[in-house]
C-alpha cells in the first residue's frame, strides 16, 4: 500500500480527448484523489464536474508542465496522448521528481516506430507477422510482387490510427506505398514503411499496466476501427469497444502475457528502454493455429477502449499508477465490476476524411439520463460564444454503458445515442455485435 498524506493527491491528466476524460473521471472517483487537473481538456470535461481544465497550458513545454506541477503540489501525472510520450516529456518530469505515468520518450519507440518494434520482437521471440522495412518505393514495390495480396503497408511512425492499409489487391498496396514513400502523405510517420503478411483471424485488444519488470493484465476490451458496419470501410482511430472482450479467454490471457507482455517488458529493460506505462497490444488470434501474434503496440490507453476499461474499474486507480510508477506493482489485484461496457462513438460526418468544425449539439445533458448507467465521454467538442456545444473534432464523443451482459449494454447506449440532436454526426449501429453474437439465445 502507498502512504497518501491527509489531503490527497493531487493529479495532472496530459491531454484533451475522450480517453483523458474517461481517466479524469476514473481517477476522481478514487478516494485517495484530492483534485484532478486536464490539460488542456475540452469543454466537456470542464462542463462535466470531472476536471478542472487548463487549456492554456501548452503541454510540448515541458518547463511549463513542471511550473505548473510544483505550483499546484501534483503529486501524479499521467500522460493521455502519444505525441509528448514520443517527445520526452515524461523524462523531463521524472528528472523533475515528478511521479509520471507513463514511458519514456525511448520507450515510447515501441509505438513511434513500427520498425523498432518488429525489430524487438525477431531478437526476443515474440509472435508477429513476418514483414520488411523500407525507405525506397520500387524496393517496397519488388518484395510486395514477389509475397502477393493480401498484403499489409503501415507507416512506420506516428500517424493517428490511420497509417495502416490493408491491401487486397497488388495496385493498392502499390498505391499506399507511393502515397507514403512518394506523395508523403504522412510526412516524416511515412518516410520509412513496414510490409508485412496479411494474418487472418479475429483482432483483439490487450492491456497491461507496466512499471519496469512487472506486468498486471487490465480486463479486456476489444474496439471497432473500420468506419462502416460490418467492419467494413477505412481504418479510424476506433468507432466503439465493448468490454469484456469474450474472445480474450482466462487461457489466452496467460498466454499472451507469457508470449508477448513478459517477453517484451523484459527485452525493452535489456534493451536500456525500461518500460513504465500502458502496453496495449493489438493482437491476432491466428485462425490457422488459433495462436495469438503481436500487430502493433501503442504505449498509451487505447481510446476507445480506455471509455469501458475507466466505467468498469473499481480500484483505487491513483493507488495503482503510483505503484506503477514507483515500480510496486507486484502483488496489486484490480476489482472489475461484474458488469459489461460499450462505448458508441459519435463522429463527425466526412471522418476519417474531412469534415466540417463547429456544429452544433444539442440534448446532451437530457440525453445522458434517458438510460441508467450511461455516461457521456467528450473527445472533440468545445463552447461557441453563444455557449453552445460544438464538434471540433473527427470523433466528438463517447457515449459509455453498463449492463448485465453486452447486448444490454448495447441497447442502453444507442437509447441515450438516439436522444443526442446532432444532423452532422453519424455512428455504426453495430458496436458490439460479434460480442452480441456469441451470447446464449434466450430460451
Avoid at 491531454?15 to 472517483?29: I, K, V
Avoid at 499506399?176 to 510517420?189: C, E, H, I, P, R
Avoid at 496467460?254 to 535489456?270: D, Q
Avoid at 468544425?357 to 445522458?368: F, M, P, S, V
Wanted: net charge negative; proline share 4%; glycine share 12%.
Amino acid at each position: 500500500m502507498i502512504f497518501i498524506g491527509a489531503a490527497g493527491v493531487v493529479v495532472l491528466v496530459i491531454g484533451g480527448g475522450g480517453r483523458e476524460h474517461a481517466l479524469c473521471y476514473a481517477l476522481q472517483r478514487s478516494s485517495s484523489c484530492d483534485a484532478v487537473f486536464c490539460a488542456p481538456g475540452n469543454a466537456g470535461i470542464a462542463d462535466s464536474g470531472d476536471a478542472t481544465c487548463i487549456s492554456d497550458l501548452d503541454i510540448h513545454n515541458s518547463s511549463a508542465v513542471i511550473s505548473f506541477c510544483q505550483r499546484w503540489g501534483v503529486g501524479l501525472v499521467v500522460v493521455g496522448p502519444e505525441s509528448p510520450l514520443v517527445a520526452g516529456l515524461v523524462n523531463d518530469l521524472v528528472k523533475a521528481g515528478i511521479p509520471t505515468f507513463g514511458p519514456s520518450s525511448e520507450a515510447a519507440a515501441l509505438e513511434g516506430s513500427k520498425d523498432f518494434m518488429k525489430k524487438l520482437c525477431d531478437k526476443y521471440g515474440i509472435p508477429t507477422a513476418k514483414y520488411q522495412t523500407f525507405t525506397n518505393a520500387s524496393d517496397a514495390k519488388n518484395y510486395i510482387e514477389k509475397q502477393g495480396a493480401p498484403i499489409v503497408v503501415k507507416a512506420d511512425g506516428l500517424a493517428s490510427g490511420k497509417g495502416v492499409v490493408v491491401a487486397e489487391t497488388l495496385e493498392e498496396a502499390y498505391g499506399a506505398v507511393d502515397s507514403m514513400l512518394v506523395k508523403g502523405n504522412f510526412g516524416s510517420a511515412g518516410r520509412q514503411i513496414v510490409v508485412e503478411e496479411f494474418l487472418e483471424g479475429e483482432e483483439a485488444s490487450f492491456f497491461a499496466l507496466v512499471d519496469g519488470e512487472n506486468a498486471l493484465p487490465l480486463a479486456s476490451a476489444q474496439d471497432h476501427k473500420r468506419v462502416g458496419e460490418g467492419d467494413t470501410g477505412p481504418n479510424t482511430g476506433g468507432m466503439g469497444a465493448y468490454s469484456s472482450a469474450p474472445i480474450l479467454t482466462k487461457e489466452l490471457e496467460s498466454l499472451v502475457m507469457k508470449s508477448i507482455i513478459l517477453p517484451t517488458v523484459k527485452g525493452m529493460e535489456a534493451e536500456g528502454c525500461r518500460f513504465v506505462g500502458v502496453l496495449y497490444a493489438g493482437l491476432i488470434i491466428d485462425s490457422k493455429s488459433g495462436l495469438p501474434k503481436l500487430l502493433e503496440y501503442n504505449v498509451r490507453f487505447g481510446d476507445p477502449e480506455c471509455q469501458v476499461l475507466m466505467v468498469r474499474l473499481e480500484s483505487d486507480l491513483v493507488q495503482i499508477l503510483l505503484a506503477a510508477c514507483k515500480g510496486q506493482l507486484s502483488g496489486v489485484t484490480l476489482d472489475w465490476s461484474k458488469d459489461s461496457a460499450l462505448v458508441v462513438v459519435l463522429a463527425s460526418k466526412g471522418y476519417p476524411g474531412d469534415y466540417k468544425r463547429g456544429t452544433i449539439i444539442k440534448n446532451l445533458q437530457e440525453a445522458e439520463v434517458a438510460a441508467s448507467k450511461v455516461k457521456i465521454f467528450h473527445a472533440g467538442t468545445a463552447l461557441d460564444s453563444h455557449g453552445n456545444m460544438v464538434a471540433m473534432g473527427g470523433r466528438v464523443l463517447g457515449v459509455t454503458a453498463m449492463g448485465s451482459d453486452i447486448a444490454e449494454a448495447q441497447e442502453r447506449a444507442y437509447q441515450v445515442v438516439n436522444e443526442i440532436i446532432w444532423p452532422e454526426g453519424f455512428c455504426r449501429r453495430d458496436i458490439g455485435w460479434r460480442a452480441v453474437s456469441r451470447l446464449p439465445v434466450a430460451k
